[in-house]
Nanobody
Framework: QAQLVESGGGLVQAGGSLRLSCAAS????????MGWFRQAPGKEREFVAA????????YYADSVKGRFTISRDNAKNTVALQMNSLSPEDTAVYYC?????????????????????WGQGTQVTVSS
């Protein structure tokens, strides 16, 4: 049974940093593109970042580019999201997700509905 468990969320002041982690079990981790999504109160879920199965490529939403870094460790079945220069607009529940699919010349998808497995989410709150 696939399971993704996020950790590392919390309360931080604007300008601070947090590191989220996601531990996967029950899947062949290296076969999946791993992504992070977030959902703020009253807003739709949005794509944040994705890392290729091999870990050699990453893709970011424009809103986090240059501030967030996604990485994975296939030996430990984990994916991380380092978040720097946080702002109140980054406040949301953050979810990690696993996507088995491929999309021709593009290795990632920003559409949450194509991801196969999801974690339960971890709250990130950034105070001003």
């Amino acid at each position: 049974q696939a399971q993704l468990v996020e950790s590392g969320g919390g309360l931080v002041q604007a300008g601070g940093s947090l590191r989220l982690s996601c531990a996967a079990s029950g899947i062949t981790f290296s076969r999946y593109v791993m992504g992070w999504f977030r959902q703020a109160p009253g807003k739709e879920r949005e794509f944040v970042a994705a890392v290729r199965k091999s870990g050699t490529s990453t893709y970011y939403a424009d809103s986090v580019k240059g501030r967030f870094t996604i990485s994975r460790d296939n030996a430990k079945n984990t994916v991380a999201l380092q978040m720097n220069s946080l702002s109140p607009e980054d406040t949301a529940v953050y979810y990690c997700a696993a996507d088995l699919g491929s999309y021709g010349s593009r290795w990632y998808s920003t559409e949450g509905n194509v991801y196969d497995h999801w974690g339960q989410g971890t709250q990130v709150t950034v105070s001003s």
